[in-house]
Structures are given as C-alpha cells and as structure tokens.
Nanobody, 121 residues
Framework: QVQLVESGGGLVQPGGSLRLSCAAS????????MGWYRQAPGKQRELVAA???????NYADSVKGRFTISRDGAKNTVYLQMNSLKPEDTAVYYC???????????????WGQGTQVTVSS
C-alpha cells in the first residue's frame, strides 16, 4: 500500500558530498515525521536526522553542521544533504516515515530498503 524508495547513495571521497532522496508512494494520506537512519557493519542502527511535519529538525551530534535534512510535502519526499563526508559515515542509510494511510485509523511506521553510502579514497 505504501512504499518508501530511496536513491542517491554511492561511493564518494572523503570531504565530498552526496544527496539522498526518499519518496513515499501509494495510499498516502498524510506524513508525520520523516527521518534518516544508518547502520554500519557490526553496529546498531542509529538516527542520523529527523524532520517533523512542521519542519523542526533533529540531528545526531556526529553529523551536526555537515548534514541537512529537508522535505517536500507536495512530493512526499525527504532529502538528506551530506557534506564534508568522512569514512566513518560509511553505512547503509535507511529512510523512515510515520504515515497516515488512506482508510486506516492510525499512522504506521515505514522503512525504505536502504541505500549504501561509502566514503573512501
């Protein structure tokens, strides 16, 4: 009924930039908070950044000043602009959203399939 589809991952050199996108499709009525998580090999999944429907943002300390989360309500899309990338940013990045689905009484939590970001020279 609802899918989150991510794009924009890849290989980048240290100091470089990438922009991730995540679009929600299907029977979307409204989207509450949206966010990006990441999981590196052997580590737990962690919150990178989140944005509410009103535009308030929250960032992990490790990415503050380097990453920027934004959203386009008309396109049901969330973005993550990643600048000054470091090798320790290497991980699979997952999109997450709290979505009201048409016909359902409560919102549900959805995840994207993940996109690999590798920072290496």
């Amino acid at each position: 009924q609802v899918q989150l589809v991510e794009s924009g991952g890849g290989l980048v050199q240290p100091g470089g930039s990438l922009r991730l996108s995540c679009a929600a499709s299907g029977s979307v009525f409204r989207i509450n908070a949206m966010g990006w998580y990441r999981q590196a090999p052997g580590k737990q999944r962690e919150l990178v950044a989140a944005i509410t429907s009103g535009g308030s943002t929250n960032y992990a300390d490790s990415v503050k000043g380097r990453f920027t989360i934004s959203r386009d309500g008309a396109k049901n899309t969330v973005y993550l602009q990643m600048n000054s990338l470091k090798p320790e940013d290497t991980a699979v990045y997952y999109c997450n959203a709290d979505i009201w689905v048409v016909g359902r009484p409560l919102p549900s939590d959805y995840w994207g399939q993940g996109t690999q970001v590798t920072v290496s020279s």
